[in-house]
């Protein structure tokens, strides 16, 4: 499956923005789907992901500000970021695994399709 992440940009603290990441070749209903970050100088982190029963877990650091899940009919997974802080402030990458029938997690390892990352930047 080939992924492609969208709906990066500049917010300011408090704002919101709705990520997407589009799925072609394959069906994305079949795959679990995490969404991680990158934030210069740190190391990659997972932020939320969905299992193939669309059963959903964050980081705690997002917990109760991001939600995340599926649009089966763009065939897309959603990020819906709100109350963003600078910290958020990272290159957003979305990946898919095939690996589990149930439940997800932020193992990089297991995700063998990835986004190319988009932008978000939290800046008054």
């Known amino acids: 499956v080939q992924l492609q992440a969208s709906g990066g940009g500049l917010v300011h603290p408090g704002g919101s923005l709705r990520l997407s990441c589009a799925a072609s070749?394959?069906?994305?209903?079949?795959?679990?789907v995490a969404w991680f970050r990158q934030a210069p100088g740190k190391e990659r982190e997972g932020v939320a992901c969905?299992?193939?029963?669309?059963?959903?877990s964050y980081a705690d650091s997002v917990k109760d500000r991001f939600t995340v899940s599926r649009d089966r009919a763009k065939n897309a997974v959603t990020l819906y970021m709100k109350t963003l802080k600078p910290e958020d402030t990272a290159v957003y990458y979305c990946?898919?695994?095939?690996?589990?029938?149930?439940?997800?997690?932020?193992?990089?390892?297991?995700?063998?399709?990835w986004g190319q990352g988009t932008q978000v930047t939290v800046s008054s």
């Open positions: 990946a898919a695994s095939e690996l589990r029938a149930i439940g997800c997690n932020f193992n990089e390892n297991e995700y063998d399709s």
């Open positions: 070749g394959r069906n994305l209903d079949y795959y679990s």
């Open positions: 969905l299992s193939r029963r669309s059963s959903p």
